[in-house]
């Protein structure tokens, strides 16, 4: 039960910049602009050639091809914002990357393979699929000259699957042929992160204290825990400002070199934050910057990618062994995943420099330059886009922040990214719900939970505390939880997915679990 059977087939339609396509043994034309599809192994490829002109987008149309009622599950650009869940809609305009449609026989499962060089989404109208190829660059087309440029490639299979687990496993396994490029190595990811208490106020000797604190909580645990130090580190961090230069730290830490020997000392793994894209380093040139906003620095130069990846070099010879990049989508579109709808960016007409490659091709490469000078770092990438990330981080934070602050804010999105992203784990890549913030302003038996759930789900496993905030009994709970977390590498299964936003019942390594969230 569950099996995939792949059916990928040619569109009714082709669509070029909103103009309706001719069609010529297999290639699709307006004016100078051509799209070829091309059958390839389980799927289709779709390549678009404009020596002349500048395109901006290529919509494939399949005629009545959803019929009759059914739930619909979709993708998100970038981070879940708490908003997955099988809708009963019977339109739906903007469902990134992938979708999966429950029917009365079983589902149908529609994506695009990771790596594409287009921003992808698809689109259910009066029951036609259409799929919306994005290949701009910024906010204008891209000129292609003389490039064939390989947009996406197209999947689209059925499954007998109905019952709630058996979605799910196909769900896993359709992913899972979606990506050939993971290179998470299924090694359970496990430690602490002081953003949730601290939230910036931080400095060496707490960062230290908390390693101790770390290592005193899995204490006899063969696998050894990160200690990521995350925003608040660098030298001109401020309530106002949270970016570069990156190649100094303020005088809170002293010195970076030193805190990651101290942390290795403590038999923990240093790990750090950054983001690369927004530093207002005075020797960085005025042409490294995007027009849109000039604290930004533009990822088509080549001498910003240099300088990124210097960054990334430095940080490694002080010896942290993960490194979490964060903002990466926000810097480049000036938005929130969540706030981009069919319309990626504000629509002011901006490009980036280098207009010959999508915007998708150059946040690949910026991901690319990063893998490629991390040096055998531990990556987290953070407000970075999945399908565009796979094979150059081992880790992705698939939902927004969690909260020790405000329960309701975990409950909303840890809750519902972890079940809902919880196929792409080992598929693409480490799925990382986010942290368990413990504070004295989260009630305990809550987070409790969502302690308990994370360490079990098989996925990464961040907990934020404050040391002396929890007692012994609690105390013995945390142990616990990290005792799970650094050895399971079996899922949590969410069983009631199909009916909620926020599942509470989940079969685990430990057996079924329910959770009043």
Known sequence: MGKLVYETSLPDRVLIDRKEAKEDAGVYTVNSVS?????????????????????????????KKIIGAGRTFFDAWERGYG???????????VMPWYFVRKTGNGCLLYGVKTGPAS?????????????????????????????????????MCESKAKGSKEVFDAV?????????????????????????????????????????????????????????????????????????????????????AEIAEGMKEL?????IWLRPLCDKSKDIPKAWRLKRHTETLDISVPEVLSHIAEDIRIIRDWGYELIKYDFSTWDIFGRWGAHMGRCLTDGTGWSFKDRS??????????????????????????????????GFFQINRTGDD???????????????TLAFRMPMHGA???????????TESIDWQKNRQWMEILSLSGTPFFVSVRPGTLNKEQEAELKKAYRIASTNTEVAIPIDWDSTKTPETWMTVEGEKHYTW
């Not at 389980?42 to 395109?55: D, H, T």
């Not at 908003?83 to 305009?93: H, V």
């Not at 919306?132 to 891209?142: A, E």
């Not at 038999?267 to 790990?271: D, I, Q, T």
């Open 267 to 271: 038999k923990v793994r240093p790990g």
């Open 402 to 416: 969690t909260s020790g602050r405000e329960w309701e804010r975990t409950r909303k999105y840890g809750v519902n």
């Open 35 to 63: 799209v070829s599809l091309v059958k390839s192994r389980g799927g289709m490829n779709i390549e678009i050639e404009s020596p002349k002109a500048p395109v901006r987008e290529v919509v494939l149309v399949w005629n």
């Open 428 to 438: 693409f890549f480490a799925a990382d719900a986010d942290c368990v913030g413990i």
């Open 357 to 390: 490659r999508t915007t998708a091709e150059l946040i690949k490469e910026l991901y690319r330059v990063i893998y490629e000078n991390a040096g055998g770092m531990m990556i987290i990438g953070c407000n970075c886009i999945g399908h565009l990330g796979a």
């Open 83 to 93: 908003e997955f869940f099988f809708s009963g809609a019977k339109e739906i305009k």
């Open 119 to 155: 921003m992808c989404s698809w689109e259910i109208k009066a029951g036609d699929v259409l799929l919306h190829v994005d290949v701009r660059n910024g906010d204008c087309g891209v000129e292609l000259g003389d490039r064939r440029l390989r947009a996406a490639s197209v999947v």
């Open 172 to 256: 896993h396994e359709f992913l899972c042929g979606l990506c050939d490029s993971n290179i998470y190595d299924g090694k359970p990811v496990y430690g602490a992160n002081n953003w949730y208490y601290a939230y910036g106020k931080s400095s060496r000797d707490e960062v230290l204290a908390d390693a101790a604190y770390l290592a005193k909580m899995t204490e006899g645990l063969d696998n050894r825990p990160f200690m990521v130090i995350d925003d608040g580190w660098q030298q001109d961090h401020s309530d106002d400002y949270n970016g570069g230069p990156w190649r100094k730290c303020n005088r809170d830490y002293g010195d970076m």
